[in-house]
């Protein structure tokens, strides 16, 4: 990748958590944290990133493979450059936590190389009040909430251990269209996030980025 080329996008509110030669990490005090990684190896994805079904396939599969769940997939424009923007969610890497991570990540093609910005929250306190809440409006209940048979466990440490060894669910509540419902879930903030960075996000020669050094942070790809 030539090393002329920066990236820009707004992090104005964040304050800079760690820094290193491939990536930077940012977070603010809504809970939100920004990554940006910027690999120095091409990217050898097995799919045209333009695919959005094989995109889908590959990324279903990594991230149930590491425990998580798919739940959006898009093609998007960002930058001037067209992008692939995927959201996912975790268990909670906090310990005894119930709790989701979510994550959304667009990815850069640049040359030969793939630019990665991450936005991650963690969900923290009372968790699953956006679920059930959506089941009490929806009338649906989540399936994994209901095992066929019934489970016996010897402690309640048991039975959490059992919970988070199950698979990820994609439920009705994760739709975008509760997001105004509970604006400070951290779905719901992991999304604002995303859109609002896209908006801000540009790209350009190293020229330029010094031309515009009074605006938002340049961060070049070396």
């Known amino acids: 990748m030539s090393n002329n080329i920066s990236v820009k996008f707004d992090v104005a509110d964040c304050t800079l958590r760690e820094q290193s030669e491939d990536h930077f990490g940012w977070s603010n005090a809504n809970g939100v944290y920004i990554v940006l990684r910027v690999p120095k190896n091409p990217t050898n994805w097995s799919f045209d990133p333009h695919d959005i079904d094989a995109a889908t396939r590959y990324f279903s599969q990594q991230s149930a493979s590491n425990g998580g769940a798919l739940l959006e997939m898009d093609v998007v424009s960002a930058g001037g450059h067209t992008a692939l923007r995927g959201l996912f969610k975790y268990r909670s890497p906090l310990p005894d936590s119930m709790g989701m991570m979510f994550v959304s990540i667009l990815w850069i093609r640049l040359g030969n190389a793939t630019a990665q910005i991450n936005v991650e929250s963690v969900e923290q306190g009372t968790t699953g009040v956006r679920e059930a809440t959506v089941c009490v409006m929806t009338g649906e209940s989540p399936t994994s909430a209901s095992p066929s048979e019934p489970v016996l466990m010897d402690s309640v440490e048991d039975m959490f251990a059992h919970m988070r060894a199950q698979p990820l669910q994609v439920f009705p509540s994760d739709n ?43 961060w070049k790809f070396w």
């Open 176 to 218: 975008s269209q509760y997001d105004q419902m509970f604006p400070d879930h951290p779905l719901s903030k992991v999304r604002h996030r995303m859109a609002q960075l896209e908006a801000t996000l540009s790209i350009a020669t190293a020229e330029a980025a010094l031309a515009a050094s009074g605006q938002a942070p340049w």
